[in-house]
């Protein structure tokens, strides 16, 4: 389907818009007819081929791939070529859910990997948010989490610790909202988040695999409890490449 989308384009060369982005627009809609597998990524035609078949040179080709790999939806390795990434990931941000079980619905396996666990005073904004006593202590979790072994997100969590005494003997690589609903019945129901973006620091590419200069998603947000208690302060920072923001609207 690829292949053949693709020879059936062409570029207008009478047309003021320069030829890589012509070129790269064919190339994305290609990519978006592709009916493509959650669990592989797919080989993108050479740019040999593509050269051939627009009738350009390679330096155009070359930039209209890069409007693509900025853009999240091809990757290129040396010696090997060019590939689609399999599909983006969606985030809703109007829906609470927990990241595991939000992973499962879409046919992914979620998992997570404990960077660090401490118990300790938060920053004032987190003691006020938290409605907490002074020098009241919290438990920071910072996790990275994947979904089908792919770095996806770095979060850190803050919870109070009277509220989870023990949660440093609790198995933080899965569900926290699990946690939390079965292990001290706290069910979570409401959320206050603001998201903005920005680019990704090194620590966080290293961690998170990814470009450098990569956008990411930092979302902050208060999690009440059914009594409209503030349960956990959550900063997360979600990979711009792999994620899209999806939100309904409704004419009010």
């Not at 599909?87 to 109007?94: A, G």
Request: one cysteine or more; aromatic letters at 8%.
């Amino acid at each position: 389907m690829l292949a053949s989308f693709i020879s059936s384009a062409h570029i207008n060369k009478n047309s003021p818009v320069p030829y890589y982005y012509q070129i790269a627009q064919i190339l994305r809609e290609a990519i978006c007819t592709q009916e493509l597998s959650q669990q592989e990524d797919f080989s993108f035609p050479s740019e040999s081929e593509l050269c051939e078949l627009f009738q350009v040179n390679r330096g155009t080709i070359r930039h209209a791939l890069q409007v693509l790999e900025n853009e999240g939806l091809i990757y290129r390795e040396k010696g090997r070529g060019t590939f689609i990434r399999r599909r983006r990931l969606e985030l809703d941000p109007t829906t609470l859910v927990s990241t595991s079980e939000d992973l499962r619905r879409r046919g992914w396996t979620p998992s997570a990997r404990l960077l660090s666990l401490t118990l300790r005073v938060p920053q004032p904004h987190i003691q006020k948010v938290l409605d907490l006593h002074p020098q009241e202590e919290v438990w920071e979790i910072y996790r990275l989490r994947l979904a089908n072994d792919e770095p996806i997100s770095l979060q850190w969590s803050y919870i109070p610790q009277r509220l989870t005494p023990d949660l440093d003997q609790k198995d933080l690589t899965g569900s926290l909202f699990n946690i939390l609903r079965k292990d001290y019945s706290i069910h979570l129901q409401i959320a206050d988040q603001v998201i903005h973006t920005r680019p990704a620091t090194s620590e966080e590419v290293a961690l998170l695999d990814m470009l450098p200069g990569s956008p990411l998603f930092e979302i902050s947000r208060i999690t009440y409890d059914a009594q409209a208690n503030p349960v956990e302060y959550l900063d997360s920072l979600w990979r711009g490449d792999r994620y899209d923001l999806r939100v309904k609207l409704n004419i009010s």
